[in-house]
Nanobody, 121 residues
Framework: QVQLLESGGGLVQAGGSLRLSCAAS????????MGWYRQAPGKQRELVAR???????NYADSVKGRFTISRDNAKNTVYLQMNSLKPEDADVYYC???????????????WGQGTHVTVSS
């Protein structure tokens, strides 16, 4: 069973920084892509940033230049450094992983339980 465990959310003032971490654990054959999505109440979950196993990254336009995604392949861990936070960045952030379990032939989508980011103005 593959699990994604997030950490690092919390309360920060506008203009401040937070760093989110997410580690994939379990019987893993390979991790293809890891990333972060966010979701506000009543809205669809949206991509924040993702990174594949070659280090290629994608960012939402709203976070470009402020957020940086990185990963440690040896630890199956992805990080999201969030700088210059704005009140509109406040959301529940979900870790995402496209992971191939040891028992499967194909990679599957996995999600963390979410971590709250609150930005005070």
């Amino acid at each position: 069973q593959v699990q994604l465990l997030e950490s690092g959310g919390g309360l920060v003032q506008a203009g401040g920084s937070l760093r989110l971490s997410c580690a994939a654990s379990g019987s893993i054959s390979s991790v293809v892509t890891m990333g972060w999505y966010r979701q506000a109440p009543g809205k669809q979950r949206e991509l924040v940033a993702r990174i594949n196993n070659n280090g290629n990254t994608n960012y939402a336009d709203s976070v470009k230049g402020r957020f940086t995604i990185s990963r440690d392949n040896a630890k199956n861990t992805v990080y999201l450094q969030m700088n210059s936070l704005k009140p509109e960045d406040a959301d529940v952030y979900y870790c995402y992983g496209l992971v191939r379990p040891s028992s499967d032939r194909w990679a599957r989508d996995y999600w963390g339980q979410g971590t709250h980011v609150t930005v005070s103005s």
